[in-house]
């Protein structure tokens, strides 16, 4: 499996998820299985099935969680040249049409969150400024159109 590289605080969300669900969800989906398991007939007994298949995602994510952090590289800042645009870095942009200011963060795919503006570097947007400099326009095709930044700064 290739790294999955990650800055610290995708590591550190990784593990909290990780022991959520070990913790706090396993317990709960034992729980339900068990109590479907009390109402007799399991041929036909949908609860069960559905306990079954809840299990099933739960089991799954754990283990894709593990294998993710088993295969971990940590981003660190200090390494990677803040004149380009790459996971970690805090990229300001111009909108070229309204003339507005905003800034994105660049994460890998299972650190992203749109309400703190990290977005994930296969999104359109974060795929459309990685390996960017400071000073280039940058076009993005979006489903709702076409929007045009120009890269104002990049910082780590």
Known sequence: MEPVKLTRNGEKKLYKELEHLKRVRRPEV?????????????????????AKEEQHKLEKRIYQLEVMLANLEIIDDRDISS???YIGARVDL?????GDE???????????????RKISTVSPIGRSLLGREVG???EITIPNGTIRYTIKQITR
């Open 30 to 50: 034992i729980k339900a299985l068990t109590e479907a398991r009390r109402k007799g007939d399991l041929w036909e007994n949908a609860e069960y099935d559905a």
């Open 83 to 85: 004149e380009r645009a």
């Open 94 to 98: 111009v909108d070229l049409v309204t």
């Open 102 to 116: 905003l800034y994105y963060i660049l994460v890998n795919e299972y650190e992203a969150d749109f309400g703190q």
């Open 136 to 138: 280039e326009t940058v």
